[in-house]
């Protein structure tokens, strides 16, 4: 039996041996003050100790949501703040390099727990895995623009687990010195905000940023007030003062803050991200409490402002498919003009240079064909690099212009049976590798029936030990029996193909990224 001594207390965890590897587990951990009753919405406080021995065995419970990768509702609890470790020695010769990872999900669904985020495929190498749960939809990312409710409370959530993380993994046998974080969508946003926030320095030595980043437009809210106020008339208060209506969010059931659906937004120029409706937003700066972002991202990076340290980000080929999938609602919002035209570039413009742009895009993707299912394979391309792609080269570009750490940029390409997520959505008729694809290789998932068989495993090898090696060293291909990895410039744009092999490239996307390269250049 386990047992560790952390600031909070003693913990009891698992010892978990498979045919393939042994490790330690303790789940479950308090990371911050229950956030419920007047907590609700604000900032995490800092978590409580216990006395005696703690069970670690379970995890805690997830945010209440609607879990849209099982289909179904989970109750979870307001008290959803809980991390989990997974440890190869709780005595290692020397510290081990931590993972941390960032769950995705849209900032409204997912968790840290391990059905879907399984360790074994790191287990297979000395390192310490972290996954936690924060605040997801209302209860995470409320804002009200005041003291009260600035928003970002999902985020605030995550600086906590990573403040735990620093405080506490060197009883795990972890390298509080060496800490890489890392995540996949949302949580890849996630990712490259702690990159760029002050409240997040210090607190991590590496980072990975798995198909997402700040500049992706659904990664922030613009109106998140406006959707404030329209949750409480949904909920039967209409009221137009804040403090009413945090008084009326604050004591309805939390059941009644989960899966929520408003009315589109009364705006001159919807986006596919206002469908986000709570996320990440730009708090106001004159707000007279901690603040974790205070400008837009674009224009933060612009400035140079990102943390120095080594640095990977990537995408999947067909990353577009995850909104091509409600292809029939997707063809109606795309008829409108301005609506294949990123939201950046979109604020900055008259409706006469709109329109030019526009039919710019639409002749590229399109060559000015109507929309239908029968371009349905265009309009991913479309929306792989506009609401992904593009702005991860971009991102990349940024750390290189500003920093004397490395960037690494990759391509995943890898098809194999663990390729669950496009066939659940039904589109294997498409060509390339969905959103959200590339975590079976990272994660061991038994919620699901995804295959296992040899034509994966050497690829997960492969596949872990680039990320568990750039944890380790900052050099994802260091010593390792494959290709080199060769650093991102703005040059060369170097590019590390994940597929069956690995290869280095030179900007293999060169044209679709230097058309919206040339698109972005001419208005920002």
């Known amino acids: ?30 990371y911050a003050k229950p956030p419920i009753g007047r907590l609700r919405f604000k900032a995490p406080e800092p978590p409580e100790s216990w006395r005696g021995l703690r069970d670690a065995s379970q995890h805690g419970p997830v945010c209440p949501q609607y879990n849209e990768r099982m ?93 735990w993380v620093k405080n506490n993994i060197s009883a795990f046998g972890g390298d509080s010195n060496n800490i890489t974080i890392f995540g996949c969508s949302a949580g890849a946003a996630s990712v490259s905000y702690h990159l760029i926030s002050k409240m997040s320095a210090g607190l991590f030595n590496k980072a990975i940023c798995q198909s997402g980043v700040c500049l992706n437009e659904w990664s922030y809210n613009i109106y998140a007030k406006k959707r404030a106020f329209q949750l409480g008339k ?47 937003v730009i708090e106001k700066p004159y707000l007279n409490v901690e603040k974790f972002i205070t400008e837009a991202p674009p224009d933060t990076l612009k400035k140079g402002n990102i943390a120095n340290v080594p640095v990977i980000v990537g995408y999947t080929s067909s990353e577009g498919i995850e909104t091509a999938r409600n292809f029939s609602k997707l063809v109606g919002f795309l008829a409108k003009v301005g609506s294949v035209v990123p939201r950046e570039i979109k604020l900055k413009v008259n409706s006469t240079e709109l329109k030019v742009i526009d039919q710019k895009i639409r002749t590229k993707y399109f060559d000015s064909k109507t929309i239908t299912s029968e371009i349905m394979q265009d309009v991913v391309d479309l929306q792989t690099y506009s609401l992904f792609a593009y702005n991860i ?19 995943f390409t890898a098809e194999t049976e663990r390729n669950y997520t496009k066939k659940h959505y039904k589109m294997d008729s498409l060509k390339g590798v969905c959103h959200a694809d590339d975590l079976p290789y990272l994660f061991n998932v038994t919620c699901l029936n995804i295959p296992l068989t040899e ?70």
């Open 455 to 524: 034509d994966s495993k050497s690829i997960i090898k492969k596949i872990v030990s680039l990320w568990t090696t750039f944890a380790r060293t900052g050099n994802p291909t260091e010593s390792l029996n494959v290709p080199i990895w060769e650093t991102y410039t703005n040059k060369e744009k170097n590019c590390y193909v994940i597929g069956k092999t690995f290869q280095n490239s030179k900007n293999p996307d060169a044209e679709h990224i230097n058309f919206w390269e040339e698109i972005y250049m001419n208005i920002l």
């Open 393 to 411: 080269y971009r991102f990349a570009s940024y750390c290189t212009e500003n920093n004397s750490s490395p960037a690494y940029l990759y391509k």
């Open 71 to 163: 289909e179904r509702f989970e109750a979870g609890s307001e008290d959803c703040l809980y991390i989990n470790v997974y440890t190869k020695s709780l005595t290692p010769t020397c510290p081990l390099p931590v993972l941390v990872w960032i769950h995705g999900g849209g900032f409204y669904t997912g968790s840290g727990d391990s059905d879907f985020y399984g360790p074994e495929f790191f287990m297979a190498n000395d390192v310490v895995l972290v996954t936690f749960n924060y605040r997801l939809e209302v209860l995470g990312f409320l804002c009200l623009d005041n003291e009260d409710v600035p928003g970002n409370a999902g985020m605030k959530d995550q600086v906590a687990a990573l403040k």
């Open 234 to 280: 949904l909920l039967g208060k209409e009221t137009d003062d804040t403090t009413e209506l945090l008084e009326f969010l604050r004591n309805v059931p939390v059941s009644s803050l989960v899966n929520i659906q408003l009315p589109e937004i009364e705006v001159e120029h919807r986006d596919i991200a206002d469908s986000i409706l709570f996320g990440p």
């Open 1 to 30: 039996m386990p047992i560790v001594n952390i600031k909070q207390g003693d913990l009891k965890g698992v010892q978990c041996k498979t045919d393939e590897v042994e490790y330690f587990t303790f789940k479950g951990i308090p």
